[in-house]
Nanobody, 125 residues
Framework: QVQLVESGGGLVQPGGSLRLSCASS????????MGWFRQAPPKDREFVAA????????YYADSVKGRFTISRDNAKNTMYLQMNSLSAGDTAVYYC??????????????????WGQGTQVTVSS
């Protein structure tokens, strides 16, 4: 059992930066691949970025490539999402999730098992 808690969301101006964190309050994340997704109603939840259990491999949606960086610190049981050059289109609730290390697809939310409650990111002047 893993319980994930996101933090670091908030209001930021266009062009600004935020760093999201995803910590496990129960259970270790070290054996899981992990990902970030976001949802801005009425859109479906969409893939943002993912990272392998070791941190050696990372994956990004085209819309955030070059602006967002995913990382993890297994010793701290925490994953991060550094978001730069934010725009209004990045406004959404951001969720972190765990995925079994083998099988499935990194960009499919149905292949993830444990989810956090989400943190709101609003990009506005």
């Amino acid at each position: 059992q893993v319980q994930l808690v996101e933090s670091g969301g908030g209001l930021v101006q266009p062009g600004g930066s935020l760093r999201l964190s995803c910590a496990s309050s129960e259970g270790t994340i070290g054996t899981y691949a992990m990902g970030w997704f976001r949802q801005a109603p009425p859109k479906d939840r969409e893939f943002v970025a993912a990272i392998s259990w070791s941190g050696d491999s990372t994956y990004y949606a085209d819309s955030v490539k070059g602006r967002f960086t995913i990382s993890r610190d297994n010793a701290k049981n925490t994953m991060y999402l550094q978001m730069n050059s934010l725009s209004a289109g990045d406004t959404a609730v951001y969720y972190c999730a765990t995925k079994p290390p083998w099988g499935g697809r990194y960009d499919h939310p149905q292949d993830y098992d444990y989810w956090g409650q989400g943190t709101q990111v609003t990009v506005s002047s």
